[in-house]
């Protein structure tokens, strides 16, 4: 996917949540056709032969391209969800947020040991959602764990929140 044409695509919202923030608004790429699908392309090209059987979706934004690729893939797709959504016995990690903290929780019995998973967001801006998610995904026990996000504020430096052998993609660096 032609990283001008995403650049060009995605909207920017000046102070918002707060004053002083610049907002990055994915819901912009995924409603033009020729970017939902060139990103699902790209991120099929890039993880078709890495032997993935369940891509995990962080709530909400990563649900969007999480369940696109997953079906993609012919894997699986497990919901990272916000505390209190998830009907079944649960597992939850806590982190610190870009403003606040917050918990995120998956279904016990979502991953197991024979799993080699693509965790996926929208965003990395602090890394701590998804940081957290992956200590979900090791406290599972799976094989192996990937990281992939549309959008990385280099700024933040979040990639710094994964170990080191943690191999993080990203499609379009601001
Ligand atoms: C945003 C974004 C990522 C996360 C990134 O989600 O979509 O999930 O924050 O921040 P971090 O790298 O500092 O952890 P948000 O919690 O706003 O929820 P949403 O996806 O439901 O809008
Ligand atoms: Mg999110």
Do not use: W
């Amino acid at each position: 996917m032609n990283k001008e044409t995403l650049k060009k695509n995605l909207r920017e919202i000046p102070d918002f949540p707060k004053p002083g923030i610049l907002f990055y608004d994915v819901t912009t790429l995924f409603k033009n056709p020729e970017c939902l699908q060139g990103m699902i392309d790209e991120l099929y090209e890039i993880y078709k032969d890495k032997g993935i059987t369940k891509v995990v979706g962080i709530e909400s934004r990563g649900f969007i391209l999480g369940g696109a690729l997953a079906a993609r893939l012919g894997a699986g797709f497990v919901m990272a969800r916000k505390p209190g959504k998830l009907p079944a016995e649960t597992i939850e990690e806590t982190y610190d947020k870009e403003y606040g903290t917050d918990t995120i929780q998956i279904h016990k019995d979502a991953i197991g040991k024979d799993d080699v998973v693509l965790l996926h967001d929208d965003l990395l801006a602090t890394g701590g959602t998804m940081a957290a998610t992956y200590r979900l995904v090791e406290r599972c026990g799976a094989k192996q764990a990937f990281v992939n996000f549309v959008i990385e504020l280099k700024g933040l430096d979040g990639r710094k929140a994964f170990p080191e052998n943690v191999e993080v993609t990203t499609l379009l660096q601001l």
